[in-house]
Structures are given as C-alpha cells and as structure tokens.
Antibody
Framework: QVQLQESGPGLVKPSETLSLTCAVSGYSISSGYYWGWIRQTPGKGLEWIGSIYHSGNTYCNPSLKSRVSISVDTSKNQFSLKLNSVTAADTAVYSC????????????WGQGTLVTVSS | DIVMTQSPDSLAVSLGERATINCKSSQSVLSSSNNKDCLGWYQQKPGQPPKLLIYWASTRESGVPDRFSGSGSGTDFTLTISSLQAEDVAVYYCQQYYSTPFTFGQGTKLEIK
C-alpha cells in the first residue's frame, strides 16, 4: 500500500522559505509516477503547486513557479517542496500526492500538514 | 487557467435518496489524444485528504462503491450517488487535468436531510 507522509515546520515567518518533505513508503519513487504538492485553503480551495518525476522533470503552477522549487531524493524515497518569500496568503494545509497512472488525477495523498505564515 | 464551477455549493439529501452534484468547466476538457474527458471527482471528509472516486469522467477508482457514478462530457459533468449512505457525508470536488495548471472546483458540501 502506497503511503505518503509530509513533514516540516508548522510555522514560518513572512518573507522566509517554507520547506516540506514527503516521505513515500510502499512504492519506490525510482519506479515511476509523478509526485507532487497540492495545498488547500478555506478561501482558494485546492491548488495544485507542482509535481516532479524521479528524473527531476518538473511541472509547476505558473502562478507559483517563480517562488517554488521541487526536488527529489530517490535514495531516501522522498521529495521536497520549497516556497520562498512567503506571505500570510501561503498559509494552508499542504499535501503531497501521486499522479495517477493514466493522467493527472491524484490517486494517493498524504494526510496533509498545516503551515501557518506568521511573525 | 480552466475554471471549474460546481453546483450547488451545498446539498442536503435523505438517506437512500439520490444525490447529484454538477461541475462545469470554462472550456472543454476532452482530450483529442484518447477521446476521453480529463475530469476527476474526489471525496473529502473532515480531517482527511481528498480521496479519488472517479477519473476520466466516469471510471470508478478501485474500491469505490458502485453507488458512485460519473457522467458528462466536454464542459458539463455530474457526480451521482444513487442511494445516499451516512458515510457519504463529505465535501466533493471535481478536478480537470486537461491542461496545466490542473484546477479544482470550489467543492460541494453534502449533508443528510
């Protein structure tokens, strides 16, 4: 059974960098699939941030692309998100998720982690 | 960006009755490469991440009860729960994956009447 688990600070100061990691178990990232990040806020709802393949190929939401970096560590079977220059608008529940086998729907999700941007 | 608009925002249905949720995309999400609609449906219960129910507009994910069905094509789609069960109380989202950025509807809250 594929499982994803997010980890990282729950509180980030404005203008700093949000950093999260998603540990994958039950499946080797090196075997395939795109792995990505989706965030959820009461105001904007669900927002796809970006996704990465084990080769490092990445797709990102253009609205966030200038601030987002997604990387993968196949040796640890995990991938990471960095979002810089955060503001209160970046406060959200951040979830990692796997792209489905046939298309860009998301078939496995982590539980999600709340990140609050506040001084 | 493709805008996904769901209706209604909330819905109350009696146990055993049919629930219908609509989703409209601002442009067609029909893929010319495989002639399938790039539309998924998710169920989210409190404190849990979204769970994939339907993809390609009408293909049920493994393990999803057959009372859940998806229909529609082009820009108009429907999620139907044929006989509402108590455990179906949740927020439901549609998502298009025809083009990036992949976008979601605002959600429809389903409750028991």
């Amino acid at each position: 059974q594929v499982q994803l688990q997010e980890s990282g600070p729950g509180l980030v100061k404005p203008s700093e960098t949000l950093s999260l990691t998603c540990a994958v178990s039950g499946y080797s990232i090196s075997s395939g699939y795109y792995w990505g990040w989706i965030r959820q806020t009461p105001g904007k709802g669900l927002e796809w941030i970006g996704s990465i393949y084990h080769s490092g190929n990445t797709y990102c939401n253009p609205s966030l692309k200038s601030r987002v970096s997604i990387s993968v560590d196949t040796s640890k079977n995990q991938f990471s998100l960095k979002l810089n220059s955060v503001t209160a608008a970046d406060t959200a529940v951040y979830s990692c998720a796997r792209r489905g086998s046939g298309g860009w729907y998301f078939d496995y999700w982590g539980q999600g982690t709340l990140v609050t941007v506040s001084s | 960006d493709i805008v996904m608009t769901q209706s209604p925002d909330s819905l109350a249905v009696s146990l055993g009755e049919r629930a219908t949720i609509n989703c409209k995309s601002s442009q067609s999400v029909l893929s010319s490469s495989n002639n399938k609609d790039c539309l998924g449906w998710y169920q989210q219960k409190p404190g849990q991440p979204p769970k994939l129910l339907i993809y390609w507009a009408s293909t049920r994910e493994s393990g999803v009860p057959d009372r859940f069905s998806g229909s529609g094509s082009g820009t108009d789609f429907t999620l139907t729960i044929s006989s509402l069960q108590a455990e179906d109380v949740a927020v439901y989202y549609c998502q298009q994956y025809y083009s990036t950025p992949f976008t979601f509807g605002q959600g429809t809250k389903l409750e028991i009447k």
